[in-house]
């Protein structure tokens, strides 16, 4: 499996821009913002099931000293961890994995559990799918009992395993601080690693309004002054209950709750949650949401002696639920797709390989054949530049139920002509994930897809191009044979420059190997 980092490829003159490479990491999404869920099992089971939905990325933990939730259920209190059993359930999901240290970072940072280490890096890296390994999380909560030392020895040593072990294109490092607002400003650097060892910075987006949003916004210019990508780990509205609809601003016993409507608690917690990763678009590329009901799991249970922590669940009030849903089918979220995996940098094969034509031949992708035939069985239709229709033909299910989705936001599909079809707004030129699941007597059938919005009409855009030596490389066929915008292909025309430039950013000590070929007139360029 090749994986690019980050690669450039220009025919003539080029000029790289600094945005180009800002964010330096491992599976780090071009654009777009990953949405997962957790942080237990159960809970994760709970909103697939309520909304309809796979999530894209699914949460859980494991500790390192007994790998306690690795492979067999694990439950401290705060609901189950499982890796193996969500890995299973959520196949085409990514992972992400919370390392405890159990107390004893200092015992890891000396070698005590490097078999664990191992062991650990090599399961994960077995699913086969893009791993984010939250290792030591909250390094700065004061409740894990870490040392700098241990955070900075224990985070170096496991980013080496990381590429000894071969696993740096499936395991990406993600260095979390606890964004705690009793926590004194202007002390990240000592727990930092270094820019080599770190893929992510991570953050807890809890009551930040406790602070005036301090410790959040440190986090998130600390990671820009890194250029590291900002994945908002743990977040969930603390002191809320969202079934009884209800506040308190007592931290530690919930005490004098206050009674809130849907719409203010949406305003109070999740509107400012989504301003924050907007006003911070230039970094923030993931998050996972924490949908439990925390009062249920007796460490967060009355009488509250790890704090009070409520109920998250959006599917507890119609309106927070419909309100979440209509957010995260928003353009800049990464949903669920046949598509996820290539999105979020994983295992990619495409564009620009050293033998013209992309990594398999033939263009990009070989040209584009026409992407929705008359005659599917799964699609979309155009309606308008706002709305598009997602339709499934009748195969004479049972259909107890049925959901028709667009990106995550899941409605009841009306059987129409021989055919589920329900209406969304889109913006025309969007991509977009597209699902359809429906009962069938004891089973279901599901199915889903990543789509261009675009008003076309069943016809050809074009025959597939190109081939090793044919209508390939960076000029072949995405309008059918040879080029970008027509015919064009392996041969490079006079006084043309090929520039290829490969960074490679993932290395022992962050060494970036720069490959640059110019070519003029002499046939083919090749590598």
């Given at each position: 499996?090749?994986?690019?980092?980050?690669?450039l490829?220009?025919?003539?003159?080029?000029?790289?821009?600094?945005?180009?490479?800002?964010?330096?990491?491992?599976?780090?999404?071009e654009?777009?913002?990953?949405?997962?869920?957790?942080?237990d099992?159960?809970?994760?089971?709970?909103?697939?099931?309520?909304?309809?939905?796979?999530?894209?990325?699914?949460?859980?933990?494991?500790?390192?000293?007994?790998?306690?939730?690795?492979?067999?259920?694990?439950?401290?209190?705060?609901?189950?961890?499982?890796?193996a059993?969500?890995?299973?359930?959520?196949?085409?999901?990514?992972?992400v994995?919370?390392?405890?240290?159990?107390?004893?970072?200092?015992?890891?940072?000396?070698g005590?559990?490097?078999?664990?280490?191992?062991?650990?890096?090599?399961?994960?890296a077995?699913?086969?799918?893009?791993?984010?390994l939250?290792?030591?999380?909250e390094?700065?909560?004061p409740?894990?009992?870490?040392?700098?030392?241990?955070i900075?020895?224990?985070?170096?040593?496991?980013h080496?395993?990381?590429i000894?072990?071969?696993?740096?294109?499936?395991?990406?490092?993600?260095?979390?601080?606890?964004?705690y607002?009793?926590?004194?400003?202007?002390?990240?650097?000592?727990w930092?690693?270094?820019?080599?060892?770190?893929?992510?910075?991570?953050?807890?987006?809890?009551?930040?309004?406790?602070?005036n949003?301090?410790?959040?916004?440190?986090?998130?210019?600390?990671?820009?002054?890194?250029?590291?990508?900002?994945?908002?780990?743990?977040?969930?509205?603390?002191r809320?209950?969202?079934?009884?609809?209800?506040?308190?601003?007592?931290?530690?016993?919930?005490?004098?709750?206050?009674?809130?409507?849907?719409?203010?608690?949406?305003d109070?917690?999740?509107?400012?949650?989504?301003?924050?990763?907007?006003?911070?678009?230039?970094?923030v590329k993931?998050?996972?949401?924490?949908?439990?009901?925390?009062?249920?799991?007796?460490?967060?249970?009355?009488?509250?002696?790890?704090?009070?922590w409520?109920?998250?669940?959006?599917?507890?009030?119609?309106l927070?639920?419909s309100?979440?849903?209509?957010?995260?089918?928003?353009?800049?979220?990464?949903?669920?797709?046949?598509?996820?995996?290539?999105t979020?940098?994983?295992?990619?094969?495409?564009?620009?390989?050293?033998?013209?034509?992309g990594?398999?031949?033939?263009?990009?992708?070989?040209?584009?054949?026409?992407?929705?035939?008359?005659?599917e069985?799964f699609?979309?239709?155009?309606v308008?530049?706002?709305t598009?229709?997602v339709?499934?033909?009748?195969n004479g299910?049972?259909?107890?139920?049925?959901?028709?989705?667009?990106?995550?936001?899941?409605?009841q599909g009306?059987?129409?002509?021989g055919?589920?079809?329900?209406?969304?707004?889109?913006?025309?030129?969007?991509?977009?994930?597209?699902?359809?699941k429906?009962a069938?007597?004891?089973?279901?059938?599901?199915?889903?897809?990543?789509?261009?919005?675009?008003?076309?009409q069943?016809?050809?855009?074009?025959t597939p191009?190109?081939?090793?030596?044919?209508?390939?490389?960076?000029n072949?066929?995405?309008?059918?044979?040879?080029?970008?915008?027509?015919?064009?292909?392996?041969?490079t025309?006079?006084?043309?420059?090929?520039?290829?430039?490969?960074?490679?950013?993932?290395?022992?000590?962050?060494?970036?190997?720069?490959?640059?070929?110019?070519?003029?007139?002499?046939?083919?360029?090749?590598?």
């Open positions: 499996m090749k994986r690019t980092y980050l690669s490829i220009a025919a003539g003159a080029m000029s790289l821009s600094a945005s180009a490479w800002s964010l330096d990491g491992v599976l780090v999404p654009s777009g913002i990953l949405v997962s869920v957790g942080q099992v159960d809970s994760v089971n709970d909103y697939a099931s309520a909304l309809g939905t796979i999530p894209a990325g699914v949460t859980n933990y494991v500790g390192i000293v007994n790998l306690d939730g690795l492979n067999s259920d694990a439950d401290a209190g705060a609901g189950r961890n499982n890796i059993e969500l890995a299973n359930a959520y196949p085409t999901s990514a992972l994995v919370g390392v405890s240290m159990n107390g004893e970072v200092d015992a890891v940072a000396s005590q559990y490097n078999a664990n280490i191992d062991t650990l890096l090599n399961t994960l077995g699913y086969d799918r893009p791993v984010y939250r290792w030591a999380y390094v700065d909560g409740w894990n009992g870490h040392s700098p030392s241990g900075v020895t224990s985070f170096q040593y496991v080496d395993r990381i000894a072990l071969g696993h740096q294109a499936k395991i990406s490092l993600v260095w979390q601080v606890a964004s607002c009793p926590t004194p400003g202007g002390q990240l650097d000592q930092w690693p270094g820019s080599e060892y770190v893929d992510w910075v991570g953050l807890s987006y809890f009551a930040p309004q406790d602070c949003w301090d410790r959040v916004n440190e986090a998130a210019q600390f990671a820009r002054s890194k250029g590291k990508p900002l994945f908002l780990n743990e977040s969930t509205p603390q809320y209950q969202i079934a009884d609809l209800t506040y308190s601003a007592d931290p530690a016993k919930g005490t004098n709750r206050q009674s809130k409507t849907s719409q203010q608690l949406w109070e917690w999740f509107a400012p949650y989504f301003q924050f990763m907007s006003d911070n678009s230039d970094i993931g998050f996972t949401y924490i949908n439990a009901d925390w009062d249920s799991q007796w460490r967060w249970a009355a009488p509250y002696n790890e704090g009070y409520g109920d998250s669940r959006v599917q507890a009030n119609a927070i639920k309100n979440w849903q209509q957010e995260i089918a928003k353009g800049q979220y990464i949903n669920h797709s046949e598509t996820l995996f290539e979020l940098g994983y295992g990619s094969t495409g564009g620009g390989g050293d033998n013209g034509g990594d398999n031949g033939g263009g990009d992708n070989g040209g584009t054949s026409p992407t929705e035939p008359c005659n069985e699609g979309y239709r155009y308008s530049d706002s598009i229709e339709f499934h033909k009748n299910w049972s259909a107890e139920w049925n959901y028709v989705c667009l990106n995550g936001l899941c409605l009306e059987l129409k002509n055919e589920y079809v329900k209406q969304f707004d889109a913006q025309l030129g969007s991509t977009y994930g597209i699902e359809f429906v069938d007597g004891g089973s279901q059938f599901i199915t889903d897809k990543s789509v261009t919005f675009e008003n076309k069943c016809g050809s855009t074009g191009g190109g081939g090793d030596n044919g209508s390939g490389g960076d072949g066929g995405d309008n059918g044979s040879g080029g970008d915008n027509g015919s064009g292909g392996g041969t025309p006079v006084n043309a420059v090929l520039i290829l430039v490969t960074i490679i950013a993932r290395t022992q000590k962050l060494r970036y190997f720069i490959k640059i070929l110019v070519g003029l007139q002499v046939g083919t360029i090749s590598a």
